[in-house]
């Protein structure tokens, strides 16, 4: 049913333009002179560059350019999640080098702390033996 309104529509514009076109030619009067002169205007124009424009160059380079912003869109992502790995690595690093200095500093605390008692106990069981000996 669409199909029969569309060609229906279609006759009755050609009928509309042929009706108009004879009565024109008729009258010698165009209607909306300027506005058609200036359209015809433009679709010759159109019409000019569509046929000696070299498409195939065009094509090649709309191809080009798209490939080559590709690569550029490609390579910054790369270079994005480059410098996040290098981010993420460079935290841990220094964790690592953060949690082997307190490890370094409590175990140089620790046989700090051994070395005093030990000389505490040195000296209490000197005391002791002096007592001892009294």
């Not at 509309?16 to 030619?25: D, I, V």
């Not at 070299?54 to 080559?68: G, H, I, K, M, N």
């Not at 994005?80 to 080098?97: N, Q, S």
């Not at 500093?105 to 000296?123: H, P």
């Amino acid at each position: 049913m669409a199909y029969l309104i569309a060609i229906a529509i279609s006759f009755l514009l050609l009928g509309g333009f042929l009706a108009l076109t004879r009565f024109e030619t008729g009258r010698g009067v165009r209607f909306f002179g300027s506005i058609r002169t200036r359209f015809d205007t433009g679709v010759e124009r159109t019409s000019f560059i569509i046929r000696h424009v070299d498409w195939s160059a065009v094509l090649a380079t709309l191809v080009r350019t798209a490939a080559a912003r590709i690569v550029h869109d490609i390579a910054h992502a790369s270079l994005i999640a480059v410098r996040i790995i290098e981010r993420l690595l460079t935290r841990v690093v220094k964790y690592l080098r953060s949690s082997r200095q307190q490890a370094a500093a409590t175990s140089d605390r620790k046989k700090f702390d051994l070395r005093a008692s030990l000389a505490q106990l040195r000296q209490t069981l000197k005391k002791a033996k002096e007592e001892a000996e009294v």
